[in-house]
Antibody, heavy 118, light 114 residues
Framework: QVQLQESGPGLVKPSETLSLTCAVS?????????WGWIRQPPGKGLEWIGS???????YYNPSLKSRVTISVDTSKNQFSLKLSSVTAADTAVYYC???????????WGQGTLVTVSS | DIVMTQSPDSLAVSLGERATINCKSS????????????LAWYQQKPGQPPKLLIY???TRESGVPDRFSGSGSGTDFTLTISSLQAEDVAVYYC??????????FGPGTKVDIK
């Protein structure tokens, strides 16, 4: 069974960089699929942040592209998100997920709440 | 960008009755090369991540009860819960994955028991 688990600080100061990691178990990232990040502000809808292929090719939401970096570490079977220059508007539950070309996002982590506040 | 809209924003249905949620995309999500609609439906319960229910607009994900069905093509889609159960109380989202440069979700429809 594929499992994903997000980890990282739950509180980030404004203007700093948000950093999260998604550990994958039950499937080797290097075997394929795309791996992505989606966020959900409290009480609101879902926003795709970006995705990465196992080869390292990345695809970002144009509205966040200037601030986002997604990377993959196949040796640790994990991928990471960095979002720079955060503001209160970046406060959200951040989910990592596996994306299939056929089914879209088929496996999700439980999510981690990141609050941007001084 | 492909903009997704959903209607209604919320609905309340009696147990055992049918619930219908509509989703509309601002442009077609049908790939002519394989005749597949790149439209997925998710269910999200409070405090949980979204769960994939339907992909390719009408294909149920493994393990999803057959009371959930998806239909539609092009720009107009429907998720139907044929006989609402208590455990179906959730927010339902549609999502297009036709545009791989920007995946977009609908705003969600909240389903409650009447």
């Amino acid at each position: 069974q594929v499992q994903l688990q997000e980890s990282g600080p739950g509180l980030v100061k404004p203007s700093e960089t948000l950093s999260l990691t998604c550990a994958v178990s039950g499937y080797s990232i290097s075997s394929g699929y795309y791996w992505g990040w989606i966020r959900q502000p409290p009480g609101k809808g879902l926003e795709w942040i970006g995705s990465i292929y196992h080869s390292g090719s990345t695809y970002y939401n144009p509205s966040l592209k200037s601030r986002v970096t997604i990377s993959v570490d196949t040796s640790k079977n994990q991928f990471s998100l960095k979002l720079s220059s955060v503001t209160a508007a970046d406060t959200a539950v951040y989910y990592c997920a596996r994306r299939s070309l056929e089914t879209s996002f088929d496996y999700w982590g439980q999510g981690t709440l990141v609050t941007v506040s001084s | 960008d492909i903009v997704m809209t959903q209607s209604p924003d919320s609905l309340a249905v009696s147990l055992g009755e049918r619930a219908t949620i509509n989703c509309k995309s601002s442009q077609s999500v049908l790939y002519s090369s394989n005749n597949k609609n790149y439209l997925a439906w998710y269910q999200q319960k409070p405090g949980q991540p979204p769960k994939l229910l339907i992909y390719w607009a009408s294909t149920r994900e493994s393990g999803v009860p057959d009371r959930f069905s998806g239909s539609g093509s092009g720009t107009d889609f429907t998720l139907t819960i044929s006989s609402l159960q208590a455990e179906d109380v959730a927010v339902y989202y549609c999502q297009q994955y036709y545009s791989t440069l920007l995946f977009t979700f609908g705003p969600g429809t909240k389903v409650d028991i009447k």
